[in-house]
């Protein structure tokens, strides 16, 4: 068997895997087998084809829209997130209230309230005005269909996953990012099937990179600030390029870029409604139980009964904008290790800290930083997208329900506590790498000069 032939089979494996689980239903043990193998083959097959790549774009492409089309059949099978946004879309247009003051319990007769869980129906909205305008056009059309509901919210992000491949086919015939960014069950399972608005995000941060490789800094900052308008966080991605501008010495790129970005969000909110941060301070103070940060948490609570969610949620998200400036204002523009896609680099940057020291992280939130990894495929920052992705898409699988109890110990927990770990020492590992590529080359350089 060639090696094309073998990864062909190994592509095909994965995404059969995927579709599985979303077409069948089946045991959660046995569900969580199988996304394991789908999760196991989606690894060897991208680590080979960014290597030394043997596979046709076109098949991968053509396979990928495929299982984009199937994921839409099957009802969410990893999260019940699509209810809250139908919940929150009705409560506009079926109760005329807002929804960032108005909580899903508050409207204990609607059919939809049931479905959420019970953890989340006193929780506001954590998203943006581009959402609510979103969730209440498919609340006017599915009205109190679930059914019609579920498929509206799961075409929007097949369609928006689907958009973001053509664009990345457009920008490079390479099959190895298409396989790191389309074959895997973090896409196709947790994202796309999940129906989860991270999905609703990736053309728009795509398209974002390519408007700053070709220097359009006005596009890239609405595109971002669009995406920004769906969830917040994507201003970390922003303040990464903008760090990266102002230190290279582009300091009107970096006013244009940020100035539309910050202008554009600041409108968006400001023409909604003046409650529409109440649910960012709500859920401040959460972690998730995949989060490098649950670490600590678990040794202060193993070695005293402080109660310390708040303060380390606070110490997390300092963190991940601290990072982030040092990373772009001196590690990775280090003239041993820069790149030719620089500010890209910068951008994929905070989309990795994001996701590798944020205070609350769920699999399908890395599915924006597969894609900026898929379009940079810097060796050094693509194994910790990788191995992050994985494992925290693997800690999930270990729940005892397929929608898990974020707080609630079960025998499982050293498990997510390994994978934790594990993301954090392959991020101690990746900082170590660009350091010393960066003291290397740089010494190679001053020898040579």
Known sequence: MTTATRRGVELLVAVAASLLVVLVSMPFALQSAVLLVALACWIRVTIGELRAPTLAAGFVAAVVFVALAVCVIGPPRTSRDVWSYSMYGRIAVEHHDDPYVAVPSDFPDDPFLGRIGPRWRSTPPVYGPVFLVVAEGISRIARDSPLMSRVLFQIVAAGAAGLALLLMLRRSRAPGPLVLFGVGPVLLVSTVNGAHVDAWMLPLMLGAFIAVERRHWARAGFALAVAALIKITVLVVVLGACVWLLFEGARRAAIVLGGVAGATVGAGYLVTSRHAFSGLSANASMLSRASVWALPRWIASTFTSAHLDAPIAKLASASVVLVTVWACAYLIRRPGVRTASSVPAAML?????????????????????????????????????????????????????????????????????????????????????????????????????
């Open 349 to 449: 940057t905070g989309a990795v800290m994001l996701v590798v020291l944020g205070a609350y992280v769920l699999p399908w939130y890395a599915a924006p930083t597969l894609l900026l990894a898929a379009g940079v495929a810097d060796d050094r920052w693509v194994p910790l997208v990788i191995v992050q992705s994985s494992c925290v898409f693997a800690a999930y699988l270990v729940a005892p329900s397929p929608f898990g109890r974020l707080h609630s110990p079960h025998p499982f927990k050293w498990f997510e506590l390994l994978m934790a770990a594990t993301v954090l020492a392959t991020a101690v590992w990746t900082f170590r790498k660009w350091w010393l590529d960066g003291a290397l080359r740089e010494a190679a350089l001053a020898s040579s000069a």
